[in-house]
């Protein structure tokens, strides 16, 4: 879990003093239209659209914004073509990389991340070369000081969760990927208040990084988070939260 979950704390701790809503509502709109393209435009049967929704909505973006972005998906709409790639690689300390980008030139986006990666301590690998360390999961993620934990585990499995984990200051219940929705619907059933769902890579196994490798692998994953091709970043380090916040 470690990777992935301590990622996104990073990114919530910062982004709270330094919000970036344009670029942020850019990488949903590109998400939410190639999930449209693929899987079609109702997300009741299309689970990665209705989880670029759920993402959406909770970052407050206009309705107006989602609509439009779904019937460009499906071909109502004009709109730019865009092609999903997923580019593996290693960072500072070895840390393996998983880098989804949804992109309308895959030559300039793999130019872009091969600078961001060399310059930042890493390279960019083959397809495959680390994606043997992941795993395809659903992850619903929840505040750990708003829920009771063994109420949690007994709500979650009877789900279809596979497992239940704390990771800092939020649990996070892990699924197959297909079941995601479900399982977030059967919690908020009990009352408890979801934080986010989503589907992701996560790492089989993890790597240790502390000190100055950290600091460069912290910068690094800013640096390629930060391009608007890429989507998210999946990563298999572990690290102590209070030294990611002050990276």
Not at 6 to 24: E, F, L, S, T
Not at 45 to 65: F, H, W
Not at 202 to 229: M, N, Q
């Amino acid at each position: 879990m470690a990777g992935h979950s301590k990622w996104k704390q990073i990114k919530h701790y910062k982004a709270a003093a330094d919000a970036k809503r344009g670029a942020q509502f850019t990488k949903l709109i590109r998400e939410i239209t190639v999930a449209a393209k693929q899987g079609g435009g109702d997300p009741a049967g299309n689970p990665r659209l209705r989880t670029a929704i759920e993402l959406a909505r909770a970052a407050s973006m206009p309705k107006d914004n989602i609509e439009r972005a779904v019937k460009k998906g499906t071909g109502e709409l004009e709109g730019v073509q865009y092609t999903e790639v997923m580019y593996e690689g290693y960072g500072p300390g070895g840390v393996a990389l998983m880098i989804q980008a949804v992109t309308d030139n895959p030559t300039r986006t793999v130019a872009e991340i091969r600078h961001k990666l060399s310059r930042g301590g890493g390279n960019l690998g083959s397809t495959n070369s680390v994606a043997w360390m992941f795993e395809r999961k659903g992850l619903v993620t929840m505040d750990a000081a708003a829920q009771d934990e063994d109420a949690l585990m007994e709500a979650a499995l009877d789900a279809g969760a596979e497992d239940v984990r704390r990771d800092d200051d939020q649990f996070v219940v892990t699924t197959d990927p297909a079941a995601v929705h479900a399982v977030r619907g059967a919690l908020e059933a009990h009352g408890m208040r979801v934080a986010a769902s989503e589907i992701a890579w996560l790492p089989k196994t993890t790597v240790r990084v502390e000190g100055k490798t950290a600091e460069s692998l912290i910068r690094l994953l800013e640096d390629i988070d930060e391009l608007d091709d890429v989507q998210k970043v999946d990563a298999n380090f572990d690290m102590d939260v209070a030294d990611m916040a002050s990276a």
